[in-house]
């Protein structure tokens, strides 16, 4: 099964940016067929879908990260990621990428938005 490693996260500002990024590894496969989605999971809390890419490139986001997070892809190197700009405290969880409807599992990267 396809699993992906996320990297990219770390402690930054309010106000501040990260961009995170995601590749497949395991079995290679292309993931050019897959729409695509970033989640994340805060302690004490349900998973979240924050974005998601169809293989064509057309994008949906959750309104809590509306304007301030962009999806990318780039099907010829199996990378998708998030560019996150304005981030908050609340932004503060561990972010997944996957396959879009599969949720918040595998290694995660670590994001925390604080002074």
């Known amino acids: 099964q396809v699993q992906f490693v996320e990297s990219g996260g770390g402690l930054v500002q309010p106000g501040g940016s990260l961009r995170l990024s995601c590749a497949a590894s395991g079995t290679i496969i292309s993931i050019s067929t897959y729409a695509m989605a970033w989640y994340r999971q805060a302690p004490g809390k349900q998973c979240e879908l924050l974005a998601r890419?169809?293989?064509?490139?057309?994008?949906v986001y959750a309104d809590s990260v509306k304007g301030r997070f962009t999806i990318s892809r780039v099907n010829t190197n199996n990378t998708v990621s998030l560019q996150m700009n304005s981030l908050k405290p609340e932004d503060t969880a561990v972010y997944y990428c996957?396959?879009?409807?599969?949720?918040?599992w595998g290694q995660g990267t670590q994001v925390t938005v604080s002074s």
């Open positions: 996957n396959i879009w409807g599969r949720g918040c």
């Open positions: 890419i169809s293989s064509g490139g057309n994008t």
